[in-house]
Nanobody
Framework: QVQLVESGGGLVQAGGSLRLSCAAS???????MGWFRQAPGKEREFVAS????????RYADSVKGRFTISRDNGKNTVYLQLNSLKPEDTAVYYC???????????????WGQGTQVTVSS
């Protein structure tokens, strides 16, 4: 059984930064962790993923160079650093556990409740 709890969202001006955290209970060892987001009226989309070791990462083109995913396995926590934020980044951000860094959304088996990120122009 796995529980994931996101935190760190909030309201920020365009160009600003946030750091999101996802605290896990239960097993994440050996698993990929990913971040996704969903804006009102849109499909949930992939943002970033990271392997268990941290040596493998993957980013959506829309966030590459601006966002950084990392994890601290000792704390069973994954992070997403969001820099140079744009209004189009506004969404609910979710973390999830998955099988590999290339998995589609449907391949992730546990999801958090989400944290709201709002970027004002």
């Amino acid at each position: 059984q796995v529980q994931l709890v996101e935190s760190g969202g909030g309201l920020v001006q365009a160009g600003g930064s946030l750091r999101l955290s996802c605290a896990a209970s239960g097993r994440t060892s050996g698993y990929v962790m990913g971040w996704f987001r969903q804006a009102p009226g849109k499909e949930r989309e992939f943002v970033a993923s990271i392997s268990w070791s941290g040596s493998g990462t993957r980013y959506a083109d829309s966030v590459k160079g601006r966002f950084t995913i990392s994890r601290d396995n000792g704390k069973n926590t994954v992070y997403l650093q969001l820099n140079s934020l744009k209004p189009e980044d506004t969404a609910v951000y979710y973390c999830a556990r998955g099988p590999n860094i290339y998995a589609a959304t449907g391949g992730y088996d546990y999801w958090g409740q989400g944290t709201q990120v709002t970027v004002s122009s």
